[in-house]
């Protein structure tokens, strides 16, 4: 089949260079995109009078007969053609005719590329939306089932200060709502059109953007058609917000592989969502944890490629422009993965309260409490911090903990210590005290909850 570009040139390239150039492997995938797009373009043509009404509906007709084809797979893509757009147009003229070859009046595959990568994107960021909404209730359901559950919390991965389980996970929660709100926000910029911005120059036909913007769902047309058919900050910004979300994914991951580990203990993992080893028989591997840990590396190098790919590039169109599509179709294939292996792991985790509590008794996590309990009878705190740590000295060197710390033994480092040390230092009461905002009582962190509800109920 020769090639819809002959013209200047006869067309016949070498087979390589054919192979090289191709895109229709992957950029098949936008088909739908690209058939509603030309559908809006059909229709805007007949609206302005650039073709007749009667043409515009034929070429609507055909469109969709080739979308209801492909969609029933009684239509198969050409490895042939060059990409998606060479694809539908040929597909289109061998059933029209003529009228078929009026479809791309007024218009480049520069714009329509970029109005179909965003048409795709947009759909693909409200996808991974939902499965965020669906990862947060997950998260929120494990922090309203285990509020009793008492952990030591880490600074360095050094046991430091008693917080509750739930109020750990309330974090992530944070980290993914922040994540949903850099999803929304990329999607409102990149819900603008390009089409119609034709090569790059715009055109000498009386188009109406407007008339094929609000046909496609987009809120604004781009304002300036070189920026029009260059621009892929929208795929840039999507997969920004995609690598801070991985981020997220893998240092949640980091934890479960930690606490899955017969150190820590504090979870157990489904067996759906672990593996054996193929030699040791005892094992039970957080295989599905690490391969998202693992993953957030390949998603950062997506948005590396791409930024690196377009340094460079004048403007306007550039072939180096096709590669931004094997790297965010990559990305966004990557974290729907995640997020949908993710979700049903913490829905199926096992909480081991008792494991964590075992830790928070060992560690000295209430040392902070023994110097707060000094300053609140009138010591400095700097003179608390330096006799509670040689409190915790003596402890280690004997061998015992501060709640098991003989009175007479306080009485010696600070006359100020009396009986009620032994209440103000249980990990319970260190825990419920801390009743500032965001803190690790369960008062705050039910109230986190109910924040993260009340804004996850009015997206
Ligand atoms: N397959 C091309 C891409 O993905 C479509 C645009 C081609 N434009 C051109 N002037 N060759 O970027």
Redesign the pocket.
């Known amino acids: 089949m020769a090639k819809m570009w002959t013209g200047r040139t006869s067309g016949e390239t070498d087979r390589i260079a054919d192979d090289f150039n191709s895109?229709i492997s992957f950029?098949c995938r936008m088909y739908r995109q690209d058939i509603t797009g030309s559908m809006a373009h059909a229709a805007m043509l007949g609206q302005t009078g650039i073709i007749t009404g009667a043409e515009a509906d034929e070429l609507i007709d055909g469109l969709q007969g080739i979308l209801d084809d492909l969609d029933e797979g009684t239509l198969s893509f050409d490895p042939s053609c060059?990409?998606i757009?060479m694809f539908v147009e040929q597909v289109l003229t061998e059933r029209l005719g003529d009228v078929g070859r009026k479809l791309h009046t007024a218009r480049?595959?520069?714009d329509?590329?970029a109005l179909d990568l965003r048409m795709y994107l947009r759909d693909e960021a409200a996808k991974l939306t939902e499965l965020l909404r669906e990862l947060e209730e997950v998260l929120l359901k494990t922090a309203q089932n285990n509020m009793k559950a008492v952990m030591p919390g880490y600074t360095h991965l050094q046991r430091a200060q008693p917080i509750l389980f739930s109020h750990h996970i309330m974090a992530y929660s944070m980290m993914l709502l922040r994540d949903m709100d850099r999803i929304a926000d990329a999607s409102a910029r990149m819900n603008v059109s390009p089409i119609g911005s034709c090569a790059f120059a715009g055109t000498t036909y009386h188009t109406d953007r407007r008339f094929e913007a609000e046909r496609l769902g987009f809120d604004d047309i781009c304002r300036n058609s070189i920026d029009g058919v260059s621009d892929r900050d929208f795929c840039v910004e999507l997969m920004s917000a995609l690598s801070i979300l991985m981020m997220h994914l893998s240092r949640l991951s980091e934890e479960i592989v930690l606490w899955t580990s017969w150190e820590f203990r504090f979870v157990e993992l489904s067996d759906k969502y672990t593996t054996g080893s193929s030699i040791m028989p005892q094992k039970k591997n957080s295989d599905m944890a690490e391969l998202i840990r693992g993953k957030t590396g390949r998603v950062y190098g997506d948005l590396m490629a791409l930024l690196t790919t377009l340094k460079g590039l004048p403007l306007a169109?550039n072939?180096d422009?096709?590669e931004d599509?094997e790297a965010v179709f990559d990305a966004v294939d990557t974290v729907e993965m995640c997020l949908r292996v993710m979700i049903p792991m913490i829905d199926t985790m096992r909480v081991l309260p008792e494991n964590m509590r075992r830790a928070a008794n060992e560690g000295f996590i209430n040392a902070t409490d023994l110097a707060d309990y000094l300053v609140k009878k009138g010591m400095p705190f700097r003179t608390a911090y330096k006799i509670s740590g040689s409190i915790v000295a003596e402890c280690i060197a004997r061998g015992c903990v501060l709640d098991t710390y003989p009175l007479e033994d306080y009485k010696k480092h600070s006359e100020l210590i009396g009986e009620d040390i032994y209440d103000e230092i249980n990990i319970e009461h260190c825990v419920e005290t801390r009743i500032s905002a965001g803190g690790t009582s369960s008062v705050s962190v039910l109230e986190q909850i109910d924040w993260v509800r009340g804004r996850l109920g009015s997206r």
Request: glycine share 0%; hydrophobic share 15%.
């Open positions: 895109s950029d060059e990409d757009h480049s595959r520069n329509q590329v169109y072939k422009m096709q599509k």
